[in-house]
Structure formats: structure tokens, C-alpha cells
């Protein structure tokens, strides 16, 4: 903030509105100033916030921004920074309206976000638990996937399961491809039914307690082809180097690279489509990518993921992912899941 000369910074986004207050409600707003923190809601929250929220809590009657405009003035701040990516226009004119002339809004990007991307041991905790309904859910649906099994029913039975396993929701929509459609890296499960000599691509995360998991595994319907192995030897391959890349004060570039290089030697650059990977916690996607131009150096703490993929349109795609822990040596794999090509 004070690289920034704001003197206080609104928060809206809603993952970091929970992670500064707790707050899990759908309509909340943090303004921080160097001595107090405000929390603003609508009357529908009123108890919970007031029991449970450590700021000055605020419930309004009016829009949130109009009231958190009212203590701007009251305590004559003049620069208020805002979250560019995460105030909509509307409120933005109203607030500017409200505040009127003389107190400026200035836009200052990932002060919570940097925060949030080095996870506390509690917040670890938590995280292992998300991965641990991950892999259990995973293994539960995976003895009842056989030929004729629509895709969506595969994704409509993992959800089930994490939820039955404490997961209050799937971290994002679960993704079931088979056959050709593996090589679609977000497709959304169809209607389509999975054959006989077909791949499988599964990727999926639980959110639980706030905090979520990622994973991807494939399998096989009977025994792979030549060429189907060769290809899942060579993600597999591109995923060990990512993840043995991982390491405190390693830009994530270089994670990225190691996995990529793999990939090359195998002819397999151009099929590998998509970023390495990225940082998770109360968000499925936030800091830091793992991505080529990306020169966030790892930290101990953060929680990423490492998925190499690769796609190859007609024929199918593989990706790998595990939800990994930066650690003070190296890192910590956290998805027990076992990588080897399952055969069903
Ligand atoms: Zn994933
Ligand atoms: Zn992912």
C-alpha cells in the first residue's frame, strides 16, 4: 500500500474478503486502513458478522461501497486503493460520485493475492484435506467405470463422492473426456459412453473448508496401444522434471521449462498447449502461474500444481497433475494418487 501512497485499500474480491474476515457470504467488503479495518454487509449476514468478524463491522441498509465511501470521509483519507480486477464499473461510478472531488481512487493489483499465495500451516492443513477427498473420491468412482458409462455419469458420481466425503462442492466443473475427446484439454463430460479401448481423462478437485484441490489421471479401457503409452511415458516424464524443478527461489519460469524440455525431446512441444501450472487455496487458480514468461520466484509454503499435457487432435490427449507443497528443501507431492496408467 505504501509503494502505492494509498492510504487505505478496498477489498472486494471475495476469496480475499474471506481471507482477511473469515466472512463466507456472498456480499462483503473490507476496507483496511493503517489502524482499522472496516467490514461491510448487508443485513442478512448481520450475526454471523458481528460474532464472528474481527473488523469494525458495518451492515448496511444501502450499497456497501456507498457506506464505505461515508467512512473514507469521515476519517479524511484522500488516497483509497481498489482492486482493479475485481471492481465492477457500477460501483466504481458510485463510489467516485460519493467520494466526490479531492479523494482519489488508484488501482493497486495482488496485495492480498501475494499473501494469499504462501500458505500458513492451517491453511495447509486444509488443503490436504480437500486433496485427500480428491483421491478417495477418485478411487470410489474408478471401480465403477466400464464400457457403456456416459461421461457425465463418471463426473456426476466424483461429485457425489467428494461431497460425501466432506467437500461442500467440486473445486470446478469436473472434466471426463474419452477417446478422441481427451485431446479437448477443458472438455466438459458429455452424453457420449466410454468404450473399450479408449482413454480416459479425469480431472478433478474438491473444495473443502474453503480450500481446494487439483488433480488429473488417465486411464485406459483394456490394454493401451503402443503409441498411447509412449505418449503418457512422455507426460509422465515432462511432469517428474516439473516437479523436480520445485524449490525455494526457483523462478517458476524454469519449472515451466523443465517440463517443456521433456516434451520437445519427445516432438511433443507444439501438443503442450497450456500453462505448467498454477498456485491453489481458496481459489482453484491464483498465484503464482507456472507459466514460460512468469518471474515469480517459488517460495516454501505455496501450493501449486504441475500438469504437463499433451494433445493430439483425432487420436487423444494426456495430462498429469498433482497438487504440490514448496517446501524449505524441495517440495511435497500431496496427491497420493498413484501415476501409473490405470488399466480398467
Ligand atoms: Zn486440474
Ligand atoms: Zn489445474
Not at 450475526?47 to 444501502?62: E, F, G, L, M, W
Not at 483519507?77 to 460519493?98: C, D, N
Not at 457425489?160 to 466438459?188: C, D, N, W, Y
Not at 479401457?221 to 503409452?229: D, F, M, V
Request: with cysteine; charged share 25%.
Amino acid at each position: 500500500m505504501a509503494s502505492h501512497k494509498a492510504e487505505a485499500l478496498l477489498v472486494s474480491s471475495p476469496a480475499s474478503v474471506r481471507y482477511l474476515t473469515g466472512y463466507t457470504g456472498s456480499n462483503g467488503l473490507v476496507l483496511i486502513t493503517p489502524l482499522e479495518s472496516y467490514f461491510f454487509t448487508d443485513p442478512r449476514y448481520a450475526t454471523d458478522a458481528q460474532a464472528n468478524i474481527d473488523c469494525k463491522v458495518h451492515i448496511c441498509r444501502k450499497g456497501l461501497f456507498e457506506e464505505a465511501a461515508a467512512v473514507v470521509k469521515r476519517k479524511h483519507l484522500k488516497r483509497i486503493g481498489f482492486e482493479p480486477s475485481w471492481m465492477q464499473v457500477e460501483p466504481f461510478e458510485k463510489l467516485k460520485t460519493k467520494l466526490g472531488t479531492g479523494i482519489k481512487l488508484v488501482p493497486v493489483s495482488g496485495v492480498v493475492e501475494n499473501l494469499r499465495a504462501v500458505k500458513s500451516p492451517a491453511e495447509i492443513a486444509r488443503i490436504r484435506a480437500a486433496v485427500s477427498a480428491n483421491s478417495e473420491a477418485f478411487r470410489k468412482t474408478l471401480s465403477r467405470v466400464k464400457p457403456g458409462v456416459r461421461e457425465m455419469d463418471v463426473a456426476a458420481e466424483l461429485d457425489f463422492q467428494m461431497r460425501m466425503l466432506g467437500a461442500e462442492k467440486p473445486a470446478f466443473e469436473t472434466i471426463v473426456a474419452s477417446g478422441a475427446r481427451t485431446a479437448l484439454p477443458h472438455a466438459h463430460p458429455t452424453s457420449k459412453k466410454i468404450e473399450a479401448g479408449e482413454l480416459l481423462l479425469i480431472d478433478m478437485g474438491a473444495t473443502l473448508d474453503g480450500y481446494t484441490s487439483d488433480m488429473t489421471r488417465m486411464a485406459h479401457l483394456g490394454a493401451p496401444s503402443k503409441r498411447t503409452i509412449a505418449l503418457y511415458k512422455a507426460v509422465l516424464a515432462a511432469q517428474l522434471a516439473g516437479i523436480a524443478a520445485v524449490k525455494p527461489g526457483v523462478p517458476v519460469s524454469r519449472v515451466d521449462a523443465a517440463a517443456r524440455e521433456v516434451l520437445k525431446r519427445h516432438e511433443l512441444d507444439k501438443a503442450f498447449v497450456h500453462s505448467t501450472g498454477h498456485g491453489l487455496g481458496l481459489e482453484i487458480h491464483e498465484g503464482p502461474r507456472i507459466a514460460k514468461k512468469e518471474k515469480t520466484k517459488l517460495r516454501a509454503g505455496m501450493v501449486i500444481t504441475i500438469e504437463p499435457g499433451a494433445y493430439i487432435e483425432g487420436f487423444g490427449g494426456v495430462r498429469i497433475e498433482d497438487t504440490v507443497l514448496v517446501t524449505e528443501t524441495g517440495c511435497e507431492i500431496l496427491t497420493p494418487t498413484s501415476k501409473q496408467l490405470i488399466e480398467i
